[in-house]
């Protein structure tokens, strides 16, 4: 595999589950973020990653709950979701946080709370 | 706060039609400015970027300068492909912020028809 991969690519949860969303890339990058897109906002950035520490946290609700267990892997736990938290969540990574290196995304999970 | 502005969508071209998104933002110091494209199904992908004013970003047949008097960063092709069809973000990431972080416009849906 190459690039940025994420699993699951479509994610149905009730609001009492709990899941994860998980993130890969293989590019050999530093930095690893979440992003959440919802249909009637603009992109926004939710937590960063940088060498496995957590360099940015956005004002994510604590249901969110980020893992980095290493630089190329990157979790997002989800538990006691809301319906509006239903979205499109994409991961991306760079070299390192520094703002003149690109961003590369993976293709996101599309997640349903019901 | 760092914001982008971007026109609201769809927009609907013919093939070989010219295509302008216009992108206007407002920022601090001097930030660096970005296209990405969203194919459907996918993730975001870098389509162009531009650090400095006066600045032009250039790829795939798309152009954007970077106007500083105008804080503005305009895309624009002259010649557009049913394969062109999807959804382009503005974005900005401050070179005074700590961290890789990009602020994005909501995205403008472009739909190339035959």
């Known amino acids: 595999e190459t690039g940025v991969t994420q699993t699951p690519r479509h994610l149905v949860m009730g609001m009492t589950n709990k899941k994860s969303l998980k993130c890969e890339q293989h590019?050999?990058?530093?930095?690893m973020y979440w992003y959440k897109q919802s249909a009637k906002k603009p992109l926004e950035l939710m937590f960063v990653?940088?060498?496995?520490?957590?360099?940015e946290n956005n004002s994510v609700p604590s249901r969110f709950s980020p893992e980095c267990p290493n630089s190329s892997h990157l979790f997002l736990h989800l538990h006691t979701l809301q319906p509006e938290d239903s979205a499109l969540y994409l991961c991306?990574?760079?070299?390192?946080?520094?703002?003149?290196?690109?961003?590369?995304f993976g293709p996101g999970t599309r997640l349903t709370v019901t | 706060g760092n914001s982008v502005t971007q026109m609201e969508g769809p927009v609907t071209l013919s093939e070989e039609a010219f295509l302008t998104i216009n992108c206007t933002y407002t920022?601090?110091?001097?930030?660096?400015l970005f296209w990405y494209v969203q194919y459907p199904g996918e993730g975001l992908q870098l389509l162009l970027k531009?650090?400095?004013?006066?600045d032009k970003g250039s790829n795939k047949g798309f152009e954007a300068t970077y106007r500083k008097e105008t804080t503005s960063f305009h895309l624009e092709k002259g010649s557009v492909q049913v394969s062109d069809s999807a959804v382009y973000f503005c974005?900005?990431?401050?070179?005074?912020?700590?961290?890789?972080?990009?602020?994005f416009g909501g995205g403008t849906r472009v739909l190339v028809k035959p």
């Open positions: 991306a990574s760079s070299q390192d946080i520094r703002e003149f290196y690109e961003q590369y």
């Open positions: 590019l050999g990058h530093n930095a």
């Open positions: 990653y940088n060498f496995k520490e957590q360099t």
């Open positions: 920022a601090t110091g001097y930030p660096s």
């Open positions: 531009a650090t400095k004013a006066d």
């Open positions: 974005a900005l990431a401050h070179s005074e912020a700590a961290g890789n972080k990009l602020t």
